[in-house]
């Protein structure tokens, strides 16, 4: 998903398209109101993250200028500005949720995923079986009975990926082409530390997998 973060720190905006990139994200960062715009009719991104305090245009005027064409893209807005005044109008000016600042990035990441899921369609597209699971791709989410676990962009495409070869070995190399993108080359380790976090998720005893086989020198395998 195109992610367009709206930040004029120059720390803050790299550091908040990092923490996206990292969830598969294509991020534009925009420095300020102004270049936000013009970024929003380029490319009309699937989130929009919104500072308030810009220069060019204020995150208020930004959110007020995508609501004009646009009532469905989700807009979380990320602020210092705290008072409850701010927060209401920025919720007024439509705007799905407020983020204050400082905040963590496992906070930043639980709200836009929130976020992503209230906008999807109510069945949240279709579901994959994997194992005892549900996978819900759109929703970024796995049920099993009630149980229910988050997953991030990339986590998801792993599942699809094994689901849509299940039975056959998936290589590593197939894993991150499609998955990371082929002009993305992370370590090795980046892969299994993917494979570590999903398994924690839903084997039922992540040292012993059932679900997400490891074939040893080759890649990864659905059974």
Known sequence: MIVLVAEDD?????????????????????KDGR??????????????????????????????SIRRE?????VLFLSAKSEEVDVVLGLELGADDFLRKPFGKHELLARVRAVLRRHEEPQGGA???????????KRLLARRGEAEVELS?????????????????????????????????????????????????????????VLIETVRGAGYRLP
Not at 70 to 74: A, E, M
Not at 154 to 161: C, D, G, N
């Open 70 to 74: 646009d009532r469905r893209t989700p």
């Open 127 to 137: 579901a994959i079986e994997f194992g005892p699971w549900q996978v819900w791709p």
């Open 35 to 64: 270049e936000a715009l013009e970024m929003w009719a380029a490319h009309r991104p699937g989130l929009v993250l919104l500072d308030i305090m810009m220069p060019g245009a204020s995150g208020y005027e930004v959110c007020r």
């Open 153 to 209: 962009v990339r986590e998801v495409k792993v599942l699809s990926l094994l689901a849509r070869r299940r039975g056959e070995v998936v290589t590593r190399d197939e894993l991150l082409n499609e998955c990371w993108g082929l002009e993305y080359y992370p370590e090795s380790r980046t892969l299994d530390q993917h494979v570590l976090n999903l398994r924690k998720k839903i084997e039922a005893d992540p040292s012993r997998p």
């Open 10 to 30: 120059p720390v803050t905006r790299e550091a908040l398209a990092e923490l996206l990139q990292g969830e598969g994200h294509r991020v534009l960062a925009a």
